[in-house]
């Protein structure tokens, strides 16, 4: 399996970014997706998980500023940040939710004036 994570960036407090990851290799389909943030010398933590049925439920600080979705047919989970504040400032994964693969490189994400 392959995640390949994209769309990070710097911006200043206040604006949006969308994040993007395609998934390979797996039956995309059937998985519950997440995406993930970690810092450095810090552990890895959920953001954002949607269900292979699309139901989605976020953690922490995001609620009310990030969304996240997928889409099926093109293999892909997106998260979209509005809002963004300095302590979003972190490298973002995305990972299956509950079965988990080997970690691909993530994006980085700065928040900074």
């Known amino acids: 399996v392959q995640l390949q994570a994209s769309g990070g960036g710097t911006v200043q407090p206040g604006g949006s970014l969308r994040l993007s990851c395609v998934v390979s290799?797996?039956?995309?389909?059937?998985?519950?997706m997440a995406w993930y943030r970690q810092g450095p010398g810090e552990q890895r933590v959920l953001v954002a998980v949607i269900s292979f049925g699309g139901t989605a439920e976020y953690f922490g600080t995001v609620k009310g500023r990030f969304s996240i979705s997928r889409n099926n047919d093109k293999r892909t989970v997106d998260l979209q940040m509005n809002g963004l504040r300095p302590d979003d400032t972190d490298v973002y994964y995305c990972?299956?939710?509950?079965?988990?693969?080997?970690w691909g490189q993530g994006t980085l994400v700065t928040v900074s004036s």
């Open positions: 290799g797996t039956s995309f389909r059937t998985h519950d």
């Open positions: 990972n299956g939710a509950r079965q988990q693969f080997t």
